[in-house]
């Protein structure tokens, strides 16, 4: 299972373009990239998921280099209730994935 | 559609004491997790139960127990508990191992005196 490396934490103000970097060196051909969201005193709830190049939804963007060595989650123009933690996790196509996840980036937006 | 479901939502329990928590999902998933996390830390799976009758352990299972009841739930017990399990509980639920999405409760905030 290819190991994830995301900073600790990150602070933005509203308005902003928040870019938070995941490095999965040892990434497998098989594997998907997918990010979780989770406010305080809530569970994670997925909100985005890439395999290469890009893909965008109505939360979030997610760039994946050609290595697919690491990648990126950007939320475009923050609002206070972006305040997060961000998860990093790579995930198998096959049958034996269970959803682990590392510390996060915490997110602060401020006013 | 409640999703995943957990209760108690908070409980404080003297050291010693046992506990049962609850989770039911209403989605049809085939596979539930149920993880810790203390603050400042990431989520550690406890056990997890890929499909009904099937259970199996996590990063952390010791000091707790697990029932695949049926499809909807999956319950977490601890026996006699402990203040190092003092945490908050989230249970999850995915169509299959493997599945994109898990989908989690609200938590249970757990202390232990």
């Known amino acids: 299972l290819a190991k994830t490396t995301q900073p600790i934490s990150m602070d933005s103000y509203e308005g902003q373009e928040v870019n938070i970097t995941c490095s999965h060196n040892?990434?497998?051909?098989?594997?998907?990239i997918t990010w979780y969201q989770q406010f305080p005193s809530q569970g994670p709830r997925f909100i985005i998921q890439g395999y290469k190049t890009k893909v965008t939804n109505e939360v979030a963007s997610l760039f994946i280099p050609a290595d697919r060595k690491s990648s990126t989650l950007s939320l475009p123009r923050v609002s206070l209730s972006d305040t997060a933690v961000y998860y990093c996790l790579v995930r198998s196509s096959g049958g034996s994935y269970i959803p682990t996840f590392g510390r996060g980036t915490s997110l602060i937006v401020h006013p | 559609n409640a999703g995943v479901t957990q209760t108690p939502k908070f409980q404080v329990l003297k050291t010693g004491q046992s506990m049962t928590l609850q989770c039911a999902q209403d989605m049809n998933h085939n596979s539930m997790y149920w993880y810790r996390q203390d603050p400042g830390m990431g989520l550690r799976l406890i056990y997890y139960s890929a499909s009904e009758g099937t259970t199996d352990k996590g990063e952390v299972p010791n000091g707790y127990n697990v029932s695949r009841l049926n499809k909807r739930e999956f319950s977490l017990r601890l026996e006699s508990a402990a203040p190092s399990q003092t945490s908050v509980y989230f249970c999850?639920?995915?169509?299959?191992?493997?599945?994109?999405?898990?989908?989690f409760g609200q938590g249970t905030r757990l202390t232990v005196v």
């Open positions: 040892n990434i497998a051909t098989n594997d998907y």
């Open positions: 999850a639920s995915s169509h299959a191992k493997g599945d994109t999405e898990a989908f």
